[in-house]
């Protein structure tokens, strides 16, 4: 080898040293703003899911179902339809965004009630905090002792109740956001749960801001020396850094709000008022349930689902990374789509591996 080339592969190595001791630089810029768009001004979703917004195109990916395809479309047009019928002033935007994302949910609920017509809803309390019980008509036998609990999203504990033929509660926990008065709810119901059933009888699992509380809670409750639960299941957890946080900033109909740079909200995850460490920042303790994880390839939140999958193995847990072409953050909501059947059906599979009986 040249004396040069050793100089400059020196040099090279050096400033990779360098640079490898230097903090990661934070992608978590605030969701909704896509790069090279300036908001709302610049988006306009077509008939057929076309997205354009700034001078990028996204077409509809062909290869997933036509319900993916249309309800993508659906999602994203009726967002742009929101926030553009809203004053465009910072607050009324917020206001338009948190209104129209609390209408989707119910709706999604909806459908997934009609689509699972045998699974019964009831309200209740259990230590003081809110849930809705999603009972099956019918649960076998090797399902009587078995309860999931269910974070954020109604629609997911219909489906799971619907597909697994089990109980399932979703918690309504406080301020509606991973902050540690959610934290303290959902311990709560666990530990009522912990006098009638066996930990290795429980799941937890959740979406979003739910997803990082099911991993989260479930390291608190080791370090309270409380047993975790038999199983986890981990649908696309809320914030998190990446290329994807990037990438699939417009893709993504659901974080991808097309607010202006300067209305946007913080990134999603972590609440300004009760913070609270996501799971790709705690030490993984031993004996971690197994988690059967979610996530799509239009979704924001997929760089940080494949770090925690590597984060989970490399901790010695089973888990099952699943991604699914033209899923978006949260696509299992919609009951409808052959691709949520998919997922949750497999997730249910998973978990009946892995609950006591």
Same mark, same amino acid.
């Given at each position: 080898m040249k004396? *040069? ?6 040099a090279?190595l050096?400033a990779?040293a360098?640079l ?8 978590n ?14 988006v %306009?979703?077509?008939a057929?899911?076309t ?6 195109t ?6 997933v179902s036509p319900?993916?395809?249309?309800t993508?479309a659906?999602?994203a047009?009726?967002?742009?339809a929101a926030?553009?019928?809203?004053p ?7 206001k338009?965004? *948190?209104?129209?994302?609390s ?7 909806q459908?997934?009630m009609q689509?699972?017509p045998?699974v019964?809803?009831?309200? *209740?309390?259990?230590? #003081?905090?809110?849930?809705?019980e999603?009972?099956?008509k019918?649960?076998p036998?090797r399902n009587?002792?078995? !309860?999931?609990m269910?974070f954020? !999203?109604d629609a997911?504990?219909?489906e799971?109740? #619907?597909?697994? $033929?089990?109980?399932?509660l979703?918690?309504?926990?406080a301020?509606? #956001?991973p902050t540690n008065?959610?934290?303290d709810d959902?311990i709560?119901?666990?530990r009522e749960l912990?006098k009638?059933?066996?930990?290795g009888q ?8 739910? &997803?990082?509380?099911a ?5 608190q409750? $080791?370090?309270m020396?409380?047993?975790?639960p038999?199983v986890?299941?981990?649908?696309? &957890?809320?914030?998190?850094?990446g ?7 417009g893709a993504?109909?659901v ?7 300067e ?8 609440s300004?008022?009760s ?5 790709l920042d705690?030490?993984i303790?031993?004996?971690f349930?197994p %988690?059967y994880? !979610? ?6 939140a997929? %760089?940080?689902?494949a ?7 490399h901790?010695g847990?089973? &888990?099952d990374l ?7 953050? #949260? ?13 949750l ?6 978990f009946?591996?892995h609950?006591?009986?």
């Amino acid at each position: 080898m040249k004396l *040069s080339h050793i100089a400059a592969a020196a040099a090279l190595l050096a400033a990779s040293a360098a640079l490898a001791q230097q903090p990661p630089p934070s992608s978590n810029f605030p969701r909704g703003v896509p790069p090279t768009a300036t908001g709302i001004r610049d988006v %306009s979703v077509d008939a057929d899911g076309t997205l354009h917004y700034g001078p990028r195109t996204v077409p509809p990916n062909m290869w997933v179902s036509p319900e993916m395809r249309a309800t993508a479309a659906r999602i994203a047009n009726d967002t742009v339809a929101a926030l553009k019928a809203a004053p465009q002033d910072a607050e009324s935007q917020r206001k338009a965004l *948190s209104d129209h994302t609390s209408e989707r949910l119910a709706y999604h609920a909806q459908i997934a009630m009609q689509t699972y017509p045998d699974v019964q809803r009831s309200e *209740s309390k259990i230590a #003081g905090v809110p849930v809705v019980e999603w009972t099956p008509k019918t649960i076998p036998a090797r399902n009587a002792r078995r !309860i999931a609990m269910e974070f954020e !999203i109604d629609a997911e504990g219909v489906e799971l109740a #619907g597909i697994g $033929h089990m109980k399932v509660l979703s918690v309504h926990y406080a301020n509606g #956001g991973p902050t540690n008065n959610s934290a303290d709810d959902i311990i709560k119901v666990y530990r009522e749960l912990l006098k009638t059933h066996k930990a290795g009888q429980i799941a937890m699992y959740g979406e979003s801001g739910g &997803c990082q509380l099911a991993s989260t809670v479930t390291v608190q409750l $080791h370090q309270m020396g409380l047993p975790m639960p038999g199983v986890l299941g981990l649908i696309t &957890c809320a914030g998190g850094d990446g290329d994807s946080r990037l990438l699939n900033n417009g893709a993504d109909p659901v974080l991808s709000a097309f607010v202006q740079p300067e209305q946007a909200a913080p990134p999603s995850g972590i609440s300004d008022a009760s913070p609270r460490k996501r799971i790709l920042d705690l030490d993984i303790p031993k004996g971690f349930p197994p %988690s059967y994880m !979610i996530a799509g390839v239009r979704d924001m939140a997929l %760089s940080g689902m494949a770090r925690l999958q590597r984060k989970l193995r490399h901790a010695g847990v089973d &888990c099952d990374l699943n991604i699914f072409d033209g899923g978006w953050h #949260g696509f299992t909501e919609v009951a409808t789509l052959p691709e949520a059947k998919d997922a949750l059906s497999e997730m249910w599979r998973f978990f009946d591996r892995h609950l006591g009986t």
